[in-house]
């Protein structure tokens, strides 16, 4: 493994363990026994190695988001998009941990997660009106996009719900199906009694 | 004014626009215009400011939880609750800010956080129960759970889903009253047409 790569890796797990704000780049070059001369000829600052870390998941959000139906469930698409997303996003957990922390300092990434914002929204709002095609979700135009708003929100921030309530915050382990299913959840009252039953059978496989 | 207090209300204004973890006792006694040492004699460190300031917030937002209803519609109590705490919650935003940061390095924060999420999940608890006997929602026991469980974590997290996708986010202001009707909207599928109508008045009167 290339030194800049094990820079980039040691920089991922410590931030997600002890929370970015909390670690500097002479803890990165201390555990990979490392001079920070040497850390420094690969990234310039933390700056750089948060950038880079950003660019790492943000193409790996991207590559999930969906245009078009997969199967021939608009359900079991929004389980896979929701599940993936959840991993990925509790692999770079530190961005959501100090989301609103991390987002002050770095303006660039700030415009760069809005946009992913949007590109959620998107997702969601197509896997919604496919439901709605599929006439197993009953609702109005401008219920489904307070829906999916609240499906966006719940994306962003049910990871740290779930850290805030954890026993053990510094080794949370994130339940990633109960949080897929809690997003999911909020579909639950439009769906037809089928639909509902559909849902929790994939939740009980998963959960 | 006490010194004390001004040293509370400074490191307050501090957290709230820079978040705690980018401000130092320093910085507050360099606000202040007083020494270090004068600082010191009143808190030992950062760490007693901030239980402090815990004090104060959770003593505010203990004092707005619901046992029974106050007005003759529960769609209004519950209006009204949730605008009181989102208006305490904004007043100590730095502790929405950066909840998951600082609970991970205050555990016994964290313990008392969790106690006030149970006393919140409570009275909403309280309040949807009341709706349903009021016969305005309809739903199951278990859909009420869920609903509770998925307002509670609106309440904790919707300042901060307003903050990450602020135009300006170090002088964020807050839009309290739609942080409050979205955490109502969660109801929206379950009210009557009536409800859902008496909501829609409450909050136009407020957005």
Known sequence: MKTRDRILLCSLTLFNGRGEPNVTTL??????????????????????????LYEQFEAAMLELQVQSLESDSALLDMWTYLQFSFEIMAQYLYFYRDVSNLLGRYPLIRKRFNRLLGRQRKSLE????????????????????????????????????????????????????????????????????????ELRLIADSYL
């Open 27 to 52: 803890d990165v070059s201390t555990e990979l026994d490392i001079s920070p001369g040497n850390l420094y000829y690969h990234f310039k600052g933390k700056n750089e190695i948060i950038a880079e």
């Open 126 to 197: 197509v896997l919604s009106q496919a439901l709605l095609l599929e006439g197993v979700l009953q609702a109005e135009q401008n219920d489904i996009a307070s829906l999916v708003e609240h499906m966006t929100m719940a994306m962003t921030f049910w990871l740290n719900y779930q850290r805030v309530q954890a026993p053990d915050m510094e080794h949370f382990d994130p339940d990633l199906a109960q949080c897929a299913y809690q997003v999911m959840a909020l579909l639950m009252p439009y769906l037809d009694v089928a639909a509902r039953e």
